[in-house]
């Protein structure tokens, strides 16, 4: 137990330091725990970076490839919806003002036109109205059209030097239904089976089938035959004449 304290009294004595020995085994120099900064000069280095990392403009503009604006721009000048599907109106209102007025000139260029918007508009308004009377005659009005509509196809190509399609007569004949459509609208608030419900459909016959073979004629050059056009119309018409009025 001497011995020990001895030992521990000659190891103070001995001015043995931790902190000197560490300082000298890792040879710090004083000077560097101060350091002296110095400003440097960089503006020349930021001069040269905006130089040549200046804004072009074009950043986050990225340009299109050329298939890619082509395609664009074939898009932008696509046609409306309507005018793809062939639906007109300004060629609508031109026709039906056409049928209205048997004594205005067709024209031709218009007439000659697949549009079956308005005729089926209007077969559907003449067995809406034929409805309305009590008479349910939607399968008649369909019927009796397409049968029509073939028979006067087939006039028309044997008596015209010009051929022309199913969808075109279709068309004319449902545009000139207009007239029988106000006849069965009137229908129903009132009879036709009288002399002033006979003499009002005759009326209506007649200018359902002056108005389709006017347009017929203009559009397939038959200005001489006319009235031979006009015969076969008035017989479709009659047909949808009796139904109205029966």
């Known amino acids: ?18 902190d000197g020995q560490q300082e000298e085994e890792y040879c710090y120099d004083p000077a560097y725990v101060n350091p002296e900064y110095h400003e440097v000069d960089n503006s020349a280095h930021l001069d040269e970076y ?11 503009q990225p340009v299109a490839p050329p298939e890619q604006t082509e395609h664009l721009d074939s898009y932008e000048e696509e046609p409306p919806l309507l005018e793809e599907l062939g639906i007109n109106f300004d060629h609508i209102w031109q026709k039906t003002l056409t049928v209205l007025n048997p004594l205005k000139p067709a024209d031709g260029s218009i007439m000659n036109e697949t549009d079956l918007t308005g005729p089926i508009l209007f077969c559907i308004a003449l067995g809406a109205t034929l ?42 004949l449902g545009y000139c ?18 002399l002033l419900g006979t003499l009002l459909a005759v009326f209506v016959v007649g200018w359902c089938s002056l108005s389709a073979s006017k ?32």
């Open 50 to 60: 905006t130089t040549t990392a200046s804004y072009t403009g074009q950043l986050y």
């Open 177 to 194: 239904l207009l007239p029988m459509v106000a006849l069965s609208a009137f229908a129903v608030v009132y009879s036709l089976q009288g």
């Open 215 to 246: 347009i017929f004629s203009s559009t397939l050059n038959m200005s001489g035959q006319q009235l031979l056009v006009a015969y076969p119309c008035a017989l479709l018409y009659g047909v949808f004449a009796l139904l109205t009025v029966f």
């Open 1 to 18: 137990m001497g011995d020990f304290q001895n030992f521990e009294q000659d190891f103070y004595q001995s001015g043995y330091y931790v």
């Open 131 to 172: 409805l309305m009377a009590g008479k349910a005659h939607f399968g008649y009005v369909y019927g009796i059209s397409a049968l029509g509509c073939v028979g006067m196809n087939m006039l028309l190509n044997l008596m015209s030097s010009y051929s022309i399609s199913c969808g075109c007569v279709a068309s004319v």
